[in-house]
């Protein structure tokens, strides 16, 4: 089906709907594609990891965009947009929402969404960029070893529609990916930051060199985290380099 410039595929299953979404943007001729599926049987999540999701009880979905507008070196921030689209569909359904860094949306102190992005470079710009999104929608029980998930109908106590939710993702998504289109790339990034977890506070963290606590002193342009220790330090951190030592 087609949504003015949008393609949305859906799948019963399929391996990954990153995999699908790119094979997708080789067909299609429309500047987005969507690609959902009811279970995935190779879900990826960042760093090789899995992504644990009862068969038709979740979202689980990928974003392509052809942002050839946007200089290579900012491509944290279509990471920004697809965090906070989410973000702000989760808050009407629930309180407590926050984006922990770089891209995991909590309720609480628990996860609740990832994504993880896929960008091909063309030069200096951003040929293509897919991002795939999972939310934990009306799954009651998890499995795996992730420390801390949750789930909307473990929040809520009832089903939500799924449906439902995609429509009011997609609506989030057009609106903040069209602002960073028109160049809102400082109010993105405000607004990113204002979301995050632990944004407010010292807390405990931990990297290569042990444990400390710091509060969040700001997310730089191209993603790194800088990290402000109790003793003033300023310590700055690529994905994975640095753990918050969240107690549940």
Excluded at 64 to 93: E, H, I, K, W
Excluded at 165 to 194: C, I, N, P, V, W
Aim: hydrophobic share 35%; proline share 3%.
């Amino acid at each position: 089906m087609r949504q003015a410039e949008i393609e949305v595929l859906r799948l019963s299953e399929t391996t990954s709907t990153n995999d699908e979404a790119k094979r997708l943007m080789l067909q299609s001729m429309a500047q987005k594609v969507i690609v959902m599926t009811d279970y995935q049987t190779a879900g990826r999540g960042q760093t090789g990891n899995t992504w644990e999701s009862e068969r038709g009880k979740n979202l689980l979905f990928s974003v392509g965009v052809r942002p050839a507008f946007l200089p290579a070196r900012r491509q944290f921030l279509l990471l920004q947009v697809m965090s906070l689209a989410v973000a702000q569909t989760l808050v009407q359904y629930t309180d407590n929402i926050s984006i922990k860094w770089p891209n995991d949306i909590y309720w609480c102190d628990k996860k609740i969404s990832g994504t993880l992005i896929e960008n091909e470079l063309s030069g200096e710009s951003i040929r293509q960029c897919v991002l795939g999104t999972g939310i934990n929608v009306n799954q009651e029980h998890f499995v795996s070893d992730a420390p801390n998930p949750v789930s909307l109908r473990q929040i809520l106590g009832h089903d939500v529609p799924r449906d439902r939710l995609f429509m009011d993702f997609l609506k989030h998504f057009e609106t903040f990916y069209g602002r960073l289109e028109s160049g809102e790339s400082e109010s993105l990034a405000q607004q990113y930051g204002d979301s995050l977890y632990w944004r407010e506070g010292m807390h405990p963290y931990r990297d290569s060199r042990g444990t400390f606590r710091a509060f969040i002193d700001c997310v730089e342009p191209d993603g790194h985290l800088l990290l402000r220790t109790d003793e003033g330090q300023v310590r700055r951190y690529a994905f994975k380099e640095v753990s918050f030592l969240i107690t549940l």
